[in-house]
């Protein structure tokens, strides 16, 4: 019977995987925030964190509270399932203040959604603009109320 020796390289793959795995230890251990692991799978002070910034949506029911007229023609139309800062973008300042006016929305932005595009779902109604009737869509379309004309 042949005598079993212990092959070297052996050795130095068992240290090999001991220097690895004792570096990922040491990493983890250095590296992983104070925090995590507190209430789950996350920094606990993320949450902290995240809410103490300042917010910047005030929320379609803060715009119908002035623009009531505007928030139920809406609900009427094609587009009532919109937010308003959809189109007119983040806008609680002014609705703080109504002296910060909102940015214009742009007839471009109509596009954004409207343009042929056959990646596009086929039950948004979309356009080839050289096609349509022109560039300037609120000549045509309340964009409150979508398929009615000012
Ligand atoms: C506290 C009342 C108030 C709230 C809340 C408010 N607005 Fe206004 N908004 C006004 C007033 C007042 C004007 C100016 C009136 C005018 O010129 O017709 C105005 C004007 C506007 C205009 C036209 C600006 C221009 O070019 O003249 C837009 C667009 C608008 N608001 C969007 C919004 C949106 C979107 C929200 C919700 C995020 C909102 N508003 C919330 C009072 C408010
Ligand atoms: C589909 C995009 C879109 C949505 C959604 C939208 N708006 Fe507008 N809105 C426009 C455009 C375009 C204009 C005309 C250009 C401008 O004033 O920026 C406009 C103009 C306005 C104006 C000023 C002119 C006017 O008609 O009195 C107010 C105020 C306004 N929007 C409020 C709102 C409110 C409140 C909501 C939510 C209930 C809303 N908008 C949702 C696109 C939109
Ligand atoms: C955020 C995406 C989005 C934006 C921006 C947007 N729309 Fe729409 N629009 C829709 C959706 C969704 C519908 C409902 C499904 C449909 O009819 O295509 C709709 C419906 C319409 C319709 C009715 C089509 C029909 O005959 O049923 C017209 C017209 C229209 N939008 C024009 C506009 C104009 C003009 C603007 C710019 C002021 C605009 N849209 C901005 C998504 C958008
Ligand atoms: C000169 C008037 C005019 C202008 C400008 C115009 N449209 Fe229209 N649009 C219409 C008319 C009329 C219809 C409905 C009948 C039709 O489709 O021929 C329509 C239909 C639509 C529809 C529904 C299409 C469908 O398949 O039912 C969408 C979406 C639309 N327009 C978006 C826009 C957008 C976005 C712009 C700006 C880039 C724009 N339109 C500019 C007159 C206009």
Redesign the pocket.
């Known amino acids: 019977m042949r005598h079993f020796r212990f092959p070297p390289q052996l050795f130095r793959l068992v240290l090999l995987t001991l220097a690895i795995v004792g570096a990922y230890l040491v990493a983890r251990t250095l590296l992983t925030p104070q925090s995590f692991g507190e209430y789950g799978w996350y920094r606990g002070s993320a949450l902290a964190e995240i809410a103490s910034r300042t917010p910047v949506f005030a929320g ?1 029911k803060a ?2 509270e ?2 009531a007229d ?2 139920q023609k ?2 009427q139309s094609e ?1 009532k399932t ?7 973008g983040a806008n609680r300042e002014h609705a703080m203040d109504h002296d910060v006016v ?6 471009s ?2 596009l954004r ?1 409207h343009e042929g595009n056959p990646s596009r779902p086929s039950w948004i109604k979309q356009i080839v603009v050289k096609d349509h009737y022109g560039e300037k ?2 000549d045509c379309h ?3 109320q ?1 398929t009615q004309s000012p």
């Open positions: 379609k715009c119908a002035c623009h505007i928030a809406m609900a587009h919109f937010s308003c800062e959809a189109c007119h909102p940015a214009k929305v742009p007839d932005y109509c959604c869509c609120s309340l964009p409150h979508p």
